[in-house]
């Protein structure tokens, strides 16, 4: 019988959505989940630029983080809604995210992957005292072994989640002309074409993140293409084909939301989602 996590991830979508309806669940609830493990299988495929991946590659916790965060910020809304098509989701619709995920991991024999399901509203977002105190540790704590240059590009990120409202894959596509931090009276990113103002521990940071990002694309003589985040240290060789120096490709999602699980988990933790960082409606 073949292993259904090495199977490509639409076909084990098929083979779940079957498995069910033969075990009996309302037809409502499953074309609800085929509809939203399409809509991740999408969201995924489109943001790394992919044609295909195994189930396995896709329920990898940084690639759901990914799409949660996405979802919920409206950016996999396919239809208006009576506040605007960039409404944030609703608490239901991220728990119903989550119990779809949940029952796809279990039958790929993966339970180990499920997901917590949040409290009601948005109680698992930080306070704003919780998610300022969280943004100086990352910013000042690196555990032994971890990769300074990935920690300080962690930090970064989050700094920027919490001062703009944007998620990851949003913040993604950023590029270093993005950023004015000699902008007076106040420093400001773009994003969106909308200017969010820094504040000074974000400007601090970001600073310092420039500043590491300069050392690493010193190796490319001039052909830095301006991406804002860049892998820290090069890619596996894959088939005999040498990856591309780092500066050259932008820093994949599923490369930052892992970044910041791993570290969040090695300095307080819990391995927290940026997501988590995002203001309170």
């Known amino acids: 019988m073949p292993n259904p996590r090495t199977s490509d991830a ?120 919780q998610a300022h105190q969280l943004l100086r540790t990352l910013a000042v704590q690196r555990p032994t072994g971890a990769n300074a240059a990935t920690a300080i590009r962690t930090a970064a990120v989050a700094a920027l989640v919490s001062a703009t409202g944007h998620t990851v894959p949003r913040l993604h596509k950023l590029d270093v002309t993005d950023i004015d931090l000699e902008r007076r009276p106040v420093p400001v990113v773009t994003v969106a074409d909308s200017d969010h103002p820094l504040d000074k521990h974000t400007v601090q940071i970001l600073r310092r993140w420039l500043d590491v990002r300069a050392g690493i694309t010193e190796a490319l003589e001039g052909s830095d293409p301006g991406y804002l985040w860049i892998p820290t240290k090069p890619g596996r060789e894959r088939a005999g084909v040498r990856p591309p120096k780092p500066g050259l490709t932008r820093a994949a999602v599923r490369t930052l939301h892992a970044a910041h699980r791993n570290l969040v988990l090695q300095v307080v933790g819990v391995p927290l989602r940026p997501y988590a960082l995002l203001p309170r409606p």
């Not at 917590?116 to 005292?129: A, I, N, V």
């Open 10 to 129: 639409l076909a084990a979508i098929g083979t779940f959505i079957q498995a069910q309806q033969d075990a009996g669940y309302a037809d409502r609830t499953v074309r609800l989940r085929g509809t939203l493990l399409t809509e991740y299988l999408e969201h995924v495929l489109d943001e790394e630029k992919t044609g295909a991946l195994t189930a396995q590659e896709l329920v990898q916790p940084e690639r759901a983080d990914s799409w949660l965060e996405a979802a919920d910020a409206g950016e996999t809304r396919r239809r208006n809604t009576l506040t605007g098509p960039n409404a944030a989701a609703a608490p239901d619709s991220q728990r119903a995210r989550i119990q779809t995920y949940n029952t796809f991991v279990d039958h790929l024999g993966l339970p180990e992957l499920q997901r917590p399901y949040p409290q009601s509203g948005h109680g698992d977002r930080l306070e704003p005292e």
